[in-house]
């Protein structure tokens, strides 16, 4: 089984910076992919930013120039670097996770969210 554990939430200004990370962990054979996701209340759950092996990124054209998703391949672990953050970034934010385990099955998972809330 693969684990995601997300940290670095919290209550921050608008203006100010937060840093998220998700340690993925368990029988991982390798990870292709791994991504944010965010989900304000009410809303459908959306893509914030995604990052591959290759170092291929993708964003949100709502957190481009503001957010940026790094990866350290060797602790399986993906960050998420929130600057200038607005009150409509409030949200929880999930990590997500794609790849193959040592059984050789692929294998998407969620973590269990972490909560940002941007005050004006």
């Known amino acids: 089984q693969v684990q995601l554990v997300e940290s670095g939430g919290g209550l921050v200004q608008a203006g100010g910076s937060l840093r998220l990370s998700c340690a993925a962990s368990?029988?991982?054979?390798?990870?292709?992919?791994m991504g944010w996701f965010r989900q304000a209340p009410g809303k459908q759950r959306e893509l914030v930013a995604t990052i591959t092996t290759g170092d291929n990124k993708n964003y949100a054209d709502s957190v481009k120039g503001r957010f940026t998703i790094s990866r350290d391949n060797a602790k399986n672990t993906v960050y998420l670097q929130m600057n200038s953050l607005k009150p409509e970034d409030t949200a929880k934010y999930y990590c997500?996770?794609?790849?193959?385990?040592?059984?050789?099955?692929?294998?998407?998972?969620w973590g269990q969210g972490t909560l940002v809330t941007v005050s004006s």
């Open positions: 368990g029988s991982i054979f390798s990870i292709n992919a």
């Open positions: 997500n996770a794609a790849g193959v385990e040592t059984t050789y099955r692929n294998f998407q998972r």
